[in-house]
Structure formats: C-alpha cells, structure tokens
C-alpha cells in the first residue's frame, strides 16, 4: 500500500531495509547502532558523515553549525525565544497555520511576541503578502514556518527581513526542494516527516547568532553549548541521527534536492490538477500558496467522507484522513511516496467520484 501520513511519515523503503538488515550487527561493531557508545569512533563516524552530507545536500556554508537534537520541532518553540531574545525584546511571528500559531504561543513566556501578519482571516488560505508585514526593526528574529503542516500552505520565496534574524521551522519542507540556508540565520525540523525517527531535531543555525545564547540557561537548554560539544552534550538519540544518516544518502542518491524538487512538483500538479478539475473535490488554499508535501481536500458532502476513508484504506492508500481541525482529507506525499503512489490515489477518487456523485 500507499503510505499518505502527514507524520510520522512514510520513509524509503530502501532505508526500511538496510536498517532491518543491520539492525543486529552495524558495521564491524558486532552490536546494533543502538546499542553502541556514542563517544565511540564507529558512532563518531557516522555523526560526521550524516552532518556532512546534510551539509553536502543543502549547501550549508560554514559559518553555520548544524546540531542533532531532541525533544521534538515543538521543544525548539520554547528553546528558540529563550536562546535568542530577552524577555522585553520584540520577536516577530508570521502566522500562516496552527504550526505558526503553537510557535508563537510556546515563546509568550519568554519574549514580548508580536504577530507581524496573519492569515487566519483567511482560514489560512494563503500567505500574507510580505509587502503587508508589520516588522519591529529591533526585533530578536523573525519567524516563519515556510510549509504549515495541516493546512497544506508553503511558502514558494524565502521572505527579506532586512538585517532582522530570520528563523524557518521547516519540518515538514526540509529536503523536499532546494532551500538557501543563507537567507536563513537558524532552520529547525522534527525529523519524521523527510528526515526519519521522531523525537529527532536538526537544526542550522549562523555562528554568530549563538553568541546571544544566554549563560546562564542550564546548559541542556542552551545552544551554543551542544553547537560547542558537537550535539553530544548528554547522549544524543543515536538510532535516529543513524536512520537520518541513511536517508540522507538516499536522497543524494536520488540526485540529491534538485532531483527531489522535480519528483515532487511533479506529484503536487498531478494531484492538485486532478482535484480542481474533478468538480468533484476542492482544495481551499490560494494557488500560488499551495504546498507540495501535504495536500488536503474535501468531498461534496461531509457525509462520503467515512465512505472515502473506508474505501480507500481497502485500496492500500493509508492515512488520508485530514487533520482533526480541518476535517476532509488530507494526503501528504513528502519525499519518500513514489509518483504511482499519487497515481493510485487519483485513480481512486475518479472511481470514487463517478460512483458517489
Ligand atoms: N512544526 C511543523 C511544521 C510540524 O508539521 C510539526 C508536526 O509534527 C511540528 C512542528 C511539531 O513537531 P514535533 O511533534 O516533533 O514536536
């Protein structure tokens, strides 16, 4: 069958396997990966070689550290203010969905947050035009989430914020295309949508901004200190930094972020133009806004939608069922669902739709 959740999500199968296949015994280690030191030379390997091809995939210039963490995206909601603003000091929040909502709530406590745009007026339907934004100059750091997860809105440019930070939570986007790190001052992403195992965190983040990382937080809370340790400051969630380190060899494989962003166009506009052009299903969001990991859409009537579920659960298309503050449906093909899987999904809703009209 065809895997649609939104996360955690469906990993390459080829990553499945080989890590079945090592699952005992990794490497010469004669022990599983789990079960190994991670101060060890074969667990200190792997860390580099998944940091360096993170790098390698993103084009990560140098003067930015890229940290392995934990305690999943929403952990880094409460974790980003505390490192980066002082608790009188302006931080801008775009709000384009619940992600960027639950972000700004997190950080309340520890700055003075503004919402610089929103687009709830719109039900999340679109992005706010950045022409529209009403940004503090004296803020800590704008923050954006260029794919929000549940409504299916992306952003397709990189917003200027002029000299203010920018930070991104790109957990749902990372990977999915080409992303320029260096519009970015910090990117974070729970890692269980195109990275693997959640719980996992990576972040990218500018040199200098850890300059402003204040000393006395307990050090687990503080980024300069796990950026000075190499993301081992306490034993880091090594399964996950593994599972990581194999799917970034399978992207690179696939020809790396490029290859990903043409795949995954490719399977945006077959699903979004057979939906608008069913008459049948819709999809709310603004074109130009429209994401290409997570597409969510209605029926008719909300009373085919247990029918829906029900029918194509049977077919082997898994997990379509929208999020509980949308409704509807909701299929998100991020990375690892093949283009047949969004072929097999279209030809169900034609089949679906004929018979259920
Ligand atoms: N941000 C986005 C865009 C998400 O889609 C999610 C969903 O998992 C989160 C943050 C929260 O991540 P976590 O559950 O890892 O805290």
């Known amino acids: 069958g065809y895997n649609f959740s939104a996360g955690p999500a469906a990993l390459p199968e080829d990553v499945l396997r080989?890590?079945?296949?090592?699952?005992?015994?990794?490497?010469?280690?004669?022990?599983?990966?789990?079960?190994?030191?991670?101060?060890?030379?074969?667990?200190?390997?792997?860390?580099?070689?998944?940091?360096?091809?993170?790098?390698?995939?993103?084009?990560?210039?140098?003067?930015?550290?890229?940290?392995?963490?934990?305690?999943?995206?929403?952990?880094?909601?409460a974790q980003i203010p505390m490192n980066f603003a002082r608790r009188d000091q302006a931080v801008d929040y775009v709000l384009t969905g619940d992600w960027s909502e639950k972000a700004a709530k997190?950080?309340?406590?520890?700055?003075?947050?503004?919402?610089?745009?929103?687009?709830?007026?719109?039900?999340?339907a679109r992005i706010p035009a950045r022409a529209a934004w009403d940004l503090d100059p004296?803020?800590?750091?704008?923050?954006?989430?260029?794919?929000?997860?549940?409504?299916?809105?992306?952003?397709?440019?990189?917003?200027?914020?002029?000299?203010?930070?920018?930070?991104?939570?790109?957990?749902?986007?990372?990977?999915?295309?080409?992303?320029?790190?260096?519009?970015?001052?910090?990117?974070?992403?729970?890692?269980?949508k195109n990275i693997g195992p959640s719980g996992l965190v990576v972040m990218i983040v500018r040199d200098d901004l850890l300059e402003r990382c204040?000393?006395?937080?307990?050090?687990?809370?503080?980024y300069a200190e796990h950026a000075a340790q190499g993301s081992m400051l306490n034993t880091p969630n090594t399964w996950g930094w593994y599972l990581a380190g194999l799917v970034f060899k399978w992207v690179k494989a696939q020809g790396g972020v490029v290859a990903m962003a043409e795949h995954n166009r490719a399977k945006a506009q077959l699903l979004y133009g057979y939906i608008d052009g069913s008459g049948y299903y819709r999809n709310p969001v603004e074109k130009s806004a429209r994401s290409w990991m997570n597409v969510p859409f209605t029926l008719p009537r909300e009373d085919l939608d247990a029918k829906f579920l029900e029918e194509s659960e049977a077919a082997g298309l898994l997990a379509l069922k929208g999020h509980r503050a949308v409704g509807g449906m909701r299929a998100s093909i991020y990375n690892a669902m093949p283009l047949e899987g969004v072929q097999a999904l279209v030809d169900f809703m034609k089949d679906f739709a004929a018979r259920n009209g």
Not at 25 to 49: C, N, P, T, Y
Not at 214 to 222: A, E, S, V
Request: hydrophobic letters at 45%; charged letters at 20%; a negative charge.
């Open 18 to 77: 080989q890590a079945q296949a090592e699952l005992l015994e990794w490497g010469s280690a004669r022990a599983s990966v789990m079960e190994i030191s991670h101060r060890g030379k074969d667990f200190i390997a792997l860390a580099e070689q998944a940091e360096q091809d993170l790098r390698d995939l993103l084009a990560v210039p140098a003067n930015y550290k890229v940290l392995f963490l934990q305690g999943g995206a929403t952990q880094h909601f």
């Open 106 to 124: 997190e950080a309340k406590p520890l700055a003075r947050v503004r919402i610089a745009a929103s687009a709830a007026d719109s039900n999340y």
């Open 138 to 192: 004296t803020a800590a750091y704008v923050h954006v989430t260029p794919n929000e997860t549940i409504r299916g809105v992306e952003f397709h440019e990189v917003p200027d914020t002029g000299a203010v930070p920018l930070f991104g939570d790109v957990s749902s986007t990372i990977l999915s295309r080409p992303l320029d790190v260096s519009k970015y001052a910090l990117l974070y992403a729970g890692a269980q």
């Open 214 to 222: 204040p000393r006395d937080l307990p050090k687990i809370f503080n």
